[in-house]
C-alpha cells in the first residue's frame, strides 16, 4: 500500500464527516491529530467529556469514538483511500485509542468500497426520538445489519418476543433508577440544551428540537431527556406497542471490544439509514451495572451488550451540532 501524501484540506474534510457520529448525549468525546508527513491521523478520547456518574469506566465514550473512528474510514473510502486502523497503539496512553493510516487503495472491487458505499449516509443518520409504525422490518434487512456487525467483529441479535419484553422492561427499570438518582439527572442536564440560561455550548449537546414528543403513556422505548418539562410546547404522541430492537454485543468486555461495538454500531446505523429504516439507540439500561447483565441472551455467546437499537419506519430525525473541525482536530 502506497502512502498518500493527507493534504490540510483533505484532513480537515476527513474529519468533518468523521465527527457526524453518533455520541452518548452528542458530548463528541473525540480529538483528532495528524501527524503532518506520516499519512497517521491519531484518534484520541477526551476525558473532559467523560460522565462519571452514567459512564464511570468510560464505555460509551470509547463507543463514540469508535463510531467516529468508522465514520473516517467511510470518509477515506470514499476518496479512494484505503484505511489501516491500529487500535489502542500506545499501551502508556489509554485514551490514544488509535491510528488511522491512510494509502492508496488497491483499485475498484477491493473491501473497502462496501466502506465507500455507507458514504451517502453519514450526513443523512439521525436520532430519531419519534413514534414508528407497527411495520415489521423485513427479516432480509436484519440478516443485512447482523452481516454489517459481524465485518467488525460484533454479534447483532434480533431478539425474540419474551427477550424484547425483558429489554424493554429493563429500560423502564432504568428510567426508575435515573429519576431517584440526583447525580445521574444533573449529569444529562448539563447535556441537554433547552434555551435556558447558562446552559453549554449550542454545538454539542442535545437539542431541544431532537426530543421529540412526550409519551402518553410509560411505554415509549425513546428517552425523555426533558424529564423535568422544561421545554414548553412539547406535543405528546404514542410510540409503538412492539419497538423492533436489536442487541449489539461482544464476547468480552474490554477497552478494544469497546471500540470494535462503536465501529461496528456506527456502520449498523449508517446501513440502516441506506436501507430506510429510521433509527434511535437506547444506551440507558445499560448505564446500570446492575440491569445490563439482564440484558443478554442466556442462550447467546454475545456476553456483553453495549448497545440497543431501535430500528422501524417512521419520521426521521433532524441532524444536531457538532463541534468545529478547528477545536477537534489539531496538526502536529
Not at 489509554?94 to 455507507?118: C, F, I, K, S, V
Not at 456483553?304 to 468545529?324: C, D, E, Q, S
Request: charged share 25%.
Amino acid at each position: 500500500m502506497s502512502t498518500t501524501a493527507l493534504t490540510r484540506p483533505l484532513v480537515t474534510s476527513l474529519v468533518e464527516d468523521a465527527v457526524t457520529a453518533p455520541s452518548m448525549h452528542n458530548a463528541q468525546p473525540w480529538k483528532f491529530v495528524h501527524r503532518t508527513g506520516a499519512g497517521v491521523i491519531e484518534l484520541h478520547g477526551d476525558p473532559l467529556r467523560a460522565m462519571p456518574r452514567e459512564d464511570p469506566d468510560h464505555r460509551a465514550l470509547h463507543l463514540g469514538c469508535g463510531a467516529a473512528l468508522f465514520g473516517l474510514r467511510v470518509a477515506a473510502a470514499h476518496r479512494g483511500l484505503r484505511p489501516v486502523v491500529r487500535l489502542l497503539p500506545d499501551p502508556e496512553d489509554p485514551w490514544h485509542l488509535a491510528d488511522a493510516r491512510l494509502g492508496d487503495a488497491d483499485g475498484p472491487g477491493d473491501a473497502d468500497d462496501e466502506l465507500a458505499a455507507l458514504h451517502d449516509a453519514l450526513s443523512r443518520r439521525h436520532t430519531s426520538r419519534f413514534p414508528f409504525t407497527e411495520e415489521p422490518v423485513p427479516s432480509e434487512i436484519l440478516d443485512g445489519l447482523r452481516a454489517a456487525a459481524l465485518l467488525e467483529g460484533c454479534r447483532l441479535v434480533v431478539p425474540g418476543a419474551w427477550h424484547t419484553d425483558t429489554v424493554m422492561s429493563l429500560v423502564h427499570a432504568s428510567e426508575l433508577f435515573e429519576a431517584a438518582d440526583q447525580a445521574v439527572r444533573t449529569e444529562i442536564a448539563a447535556w441537554t440544551r433547552t434555551g435556558a440560561a447558562g446552559e453549554g455550548p449550542a454545538t454539542e449537546g442535545i437539542p431541544s428540537y431532537a426530543l421529540g414528543p412526550r409519551q402518553y403513556d410509560v411505554t415509549s422505548p425513546v428517552r425523555d431527556f426533558d424529564a423535568p418539562r422544561q421545554v414548553p410546547g412539547r406535543p405528546s404522541a404514542r410510540f409503538e406497542k412492539t419497538p423492533q430492537i436489536a442487541l449489539l454485543g461482544t464476547i468480552d468486555d474490554t477497552s478494544e471490544d469497546w471500540l470494535r461495538a462503536g465501529q461496528a454500531m456506527h456502520r449498523v446505523l449508517l446501513q440502516a439509514t441506506l436501507d430506510g429504516l429510521a433509527t434511535s439507540v437506547m444506551s440507558q439500561p445499560l448505564e446500570w451495572p446492575e440491569l445490563r447483565a439482564h440484558a443478554r441472551d442466556p442462550e447467546s455467546s454475545t456476553g456483553y451488550v453495549h448497545m440497543v437499537f431501535r430500528l422501524g419506519y417512521g419520521p426521521g430525525g433532524r441532524a444536531t451540532p457538532r463541534r468545529p473541525v478547528s477545536e477537534v482536530l489539531a496538526f502536529e
